[in-house]
T-cell receptor, first 112, second 115 residues
Framework: EDQVTQSPEALRLQEGESSSLNCSYTVSGLRGLFWYRQDPGKGPEFLFT?????EEKEKERLKATLTKKESFLHITAPKPEDSATYLC?????????????WGAGTKLIIKP | NAGVTQTPKFQVLKTGQSMTLQCAQDMNHEYMSWYRQDPGMGLRLIHYSVGAGITDQGEVPNGYNVSRSTTEDFPLRLLSAAPSQTSVYFC??????????????FGSGTRLTVV
C-alpha cells in the first residue's frame, strides 16, 4: 500500500537553529513529490515539486532534497515567520495520477 | 488577484440541511478538487474533476455531490448535513499532471459546523 509518513509530528526550534523535516514514502513509482506550507486558518501553500532522486530545490531559508525513499526539508537559520505546518504529498499511481497521498504534516514552531 | 476563491468562509448548519460550498478559480486550471481536513486525519480527497463535465470520487465521497459545468467553477453540495461532516473544506486547482509543474493552488477554506 502506498504510504507517506512525516516526522517529527512537531518540532520546536530557537530562531537561527537549523534543522530538517522528513517525509518518507513507499509508492509503486515516483512521479513527483510535493512540499506545502500551511499557516493556521489558511489553505496549504505550494512550495516545491521534486521529480527524481538527487534533485534539490531552494526557496529562501528552505531547501528540499529527494532520495529514492525519502525527502528532507532543510530549514537554515529559521525565523519566527517560518512557523507553520509543513506537508508533503505524492501522486497515487494505483488509482490515478490525479489523487495525492498526503502526509500528516510536521508542525514547526520557531521561538524568538 | 489570480487564485482560488471559496465561499462562504464560515457556516453553521442544522442536521439534515443542505448547502453548496462555492469554489472558483481564474487560472484556467483543468484539475479541481475538494478536500476536507480534520484534526489527526490530514487532508482527505472528496471529489475531483479533470475538466468541464468530468468528475470522479475521491477517498470520502459519501454525502457529497459535485458538478463541473465550466472550467472555472466546481461547487460542492452537501445533500443532508450530518455532524460527521463538521470539518474544514478546501478547494484546490492545478494543471493536469504532465502539463508542467502541477502544484496545487488551494483556497482559504470553509469552516463548516453541523449541529
Amino acid at each position: 500500500e502506498d504510504q507517506v509518513t512525516q516526522s517529527p509530528e512537531a518540532l520546536r526550534l530557537q530562531e537561527g537553529e537549523s534543522s530538517s523535516l522528513n517525509c518518507s514514502y513507499t509508492v509503486s513509482g515516483l512521479r513527483g513529490l510535493f512540499w506545502y506550507r500551511q499557516d493556521p486558518g489558511k489553505g496549504p501553500e505550494f512550495l516545491f515539486t521534486l521529480y527524481s532522486a538527487g534533485e534539490e530545490k531552494e526557496k529562501e531559508r528552505l531547501k528540499a532534497t529527494l532520495t529514492k525513499k525519502e525527502s528532507f526539508l532543510h530549514i537554515t537559520a529559521p525565523k519566527p515567520e517560518d512557523s507553520a505546518t509543513y506537508l508533503c504529498a505524492l501522486p497515487n499511481l494505483r488509482d490515478s495520477n490525479y489523487q495525492l497521498i498526503w502526509g500528516a504534516g510536521t508542525k514547526l514552531i520557531i521561538k524568538p | 488577484n489570480a487564485g482560488v476563491t471559496q465561499t462562504p468562509k464560515f457556516q453553521v448548519l442544522k442536521t439534515g440541511q443542505s448547502m453548496t460550498l462555492q469554489c472558483a478559480q481564474d487560472m484556467n486550471h483543468e484539475y479541481m478538487s475538494w478536500y476536507r481536513q480534520d484534526p489527526g486525519m490530514g487532508l482527505r480527497l472528496i471529489h475531483y474533476s479533470v475538466g468541464a463535465g468530468i468528475t470522479d470520487q475521491g477517498e470520502v465521497p459519501n454525502g457529497y455531490n459535485v458538478s463541473r459545468s465550466t472550467t472555472e467553477d466546481f461547487p460542492l453540495r452537501l445533500l443532508s448535513a450530518a455532524p460527521s461532516q463538521t470539518s474544514v473544506y478546501f478547494c484546490a486547482s492545478s494543471y493536469l499532471p504532465g502539463s508542467g509543474d502541477y502544484g496545487y493552488t488551494f483556497g482559504s477554506g470553509t469552516r463548516l459546523t453541523v449541529v
